[in-house]
């Protein structure tokens, strides 16, 4: 009830409470049945994977409830991981998963340029862009089944196609997006996801796991970096 009254006010809540008390039901329930009302979308942002999928478990507990089959539909939500946990490329090479979000991004951008002109390039973009029906049926399953970002990674991985690209397309007909830290906090990421979104942040509901940890989180994240894998490329471009 207090969730329900701070969203119909338009303010800002801290809840705490012990572990297993059901912090995360009442967050997903409260907001979703005002999303519905209102014709808002849920970004729930959590720090690991574990509690991202937890995330996803609950609210096919809660759409397991209910008996309306059109409202039973509307509740459908997506979970969204990094680059280093989607791309399938980066799932079987270490040193690719250790890049950084702007150097996958860069790996990325010149794999499906390569694939859109010719065979080469990323395998799981070009079937993501041309094989319609296999996509189709991915949605279809996601739809019905609403699997936790692995058991949607596997699916793609199995079918050859890209995760990360579909996902992008999916996050579009939720109602709820479990995202890391990164997508809010970081302003390139954050605005790359309101342009998936389609939805401006007037239009969002914004829940944040485990709040108490923003503030190392928040002071990683703006400390500089240099991967192994940034140093090996520039001994390659060197040499070249």
């Known amino acids: 009830q207090t969730i329900q009254g701070v969203l ?3 303010n800002h809540l801290i809840l705490e409470s012990g572990t297993g008390s059901g912090k995360t039901i ?17 970004v ?3 720090r690991t994977n574990a509690q991202q999928r937890q995330v996803i478990v609950e609210l096919r507990s809660i759409r397991e409830k209910i008996n309306n089959k059109t409202k039973r539909e509307q509740i459908f939500g997506v979970g969204i991981q990094g680059r280093s946990h989607m791309c399938l490329h980066a799932k079987n090479d270490e040193d690719l998963q250790k890049g950084t979000s702007e150097e996958l991004s860069k790996f990325c951008a010149n794999e499906k340029k390569k694939a ?12 993501f862009v041309e094989d319609k029906d296999k996509v189709q049926q991915i949605k279809e399953w996601v739809t019905t089944e ?8 596997n699916r793609c991985e199995q079918q050859v196609i890209c995760p990360y690209e579909l996902n992008k397309t999916l996050v579009r007909e939720a109602r709820l997006v479990v995202v890391p830290y990164i997508y809010v906090f970081n302003d390139t990421i954050r605005n790359m996801l309101w342009d998936w979104l389609g939805r401006s942040e ?8 485990e709040a108490h940890n923003l503030p ?19 001994g390659i471009e060197a040499k070249k």
């Not at 859109?116 to 079937?127: F, L, N, Q, V």
């Not at 007037?202 to 796991?209: F, K, N, R, S």
């Open 202 to 209: 007037e239009e969002m509901i914004l829940i944040v796991d």
């Open 116 to 127: 859109r002109s010719s065979k080469k390039g990323c395998i799981y973009y070009r079937h």
């Open 146 to 153: 609403l699997p936790t970002a692995e058991e949607f990674i």
């Open 8 to 10: 119909n006010e338009g």
């Open 216 to 234: 190392d989180y928040i002071r990683d994240l703006y400390s500089l970096q240099l991967s192994y894998w940034m140093v090996k490329n520039c």
């Open 44 to 46: 729930y942002i959590t």
């Open 26 to 42: 009442c967050a997903i329930s409260s907001t979703m049945s005002y999303a519905l009302e209102h014709d808002k979308k849920i």
